[in-house]
């Protein structure tokens, strides 16, 4: 006889399976492992956050960006896995970029916010709405993109 298959965790519930276990942290807070967390190039990432800007945003829609600073590796590569899943962009190593209805900026919201009450810890997580325009005004330092003319942002100089 077949074995049923189990619904998927949900992220809530990874976490309680992890604080059963016991939480330690592997490493130092500031520390980064390449191998735990697969992160596109600056390229790629750009590429994203513009099909987000040039995405016709319907009236319910919102920006936002989602940032944390948490000191278990499991929690946060837990935390990665679940941004990914519903749809948010990696812009960085601990910030996601995502666009969605107001349902799932909650959701998300409130998911996270359960995963922060589930330990001891002096984690923070930030969630962040944006508009439109702020993200078109954004800035790329440290890099040669032209994430200016890729936005829109020209500036025409007439002699």
Not at 17 to 27: F, M, Q, S
Not at 77 to 101: E, H, M, P, T
Request: positive net charge; contains cysteine; proline residues 5%.
């Amino acid at each position: 006889m077949p074995r049923k298959k189990r619904p998927p965790l949900t992220l809530p519930e990874m976490l309680q399976k992890v604080k059963a276990a016991g939480l330690k942290p592997i490493r130092s807070p500031n520390q980064f492992d390449p191998a735990q967390e697969n992160i596109d190039t600056l390229e790629q990432r750009i590429e994203r956050i513009l099909s987000i800007y040039n995405r016709t945003q319907k009236a319910w829609d919102m920006i936002y960006f989602v940032m944390y600073d948490i000191e278990n590796t499991k929690v946060r590569n837990l935390i990665a896995k679940y941004l990914k899943k519903n749809g948010c962009i990696r812009v960085q190593r601990s910030v996601f970029l995502a666009s969605s209805d107001r349902d799932k900026f909650n959701e998300i919201h409130s998911t996270l916010k359960q995963v922060q009450e589930y330990y001891d810890n002096n984690d923070s997580i930030v969630v962040v709405p944006v508009s439109a325009d702020s993200l078109r005004s954004m800035k790329v330092i440290g890099q040669q993109l032209a994430i200016d003319l890729a936005l829109g942002n020209r500036n025409t100089l007439f002699f």
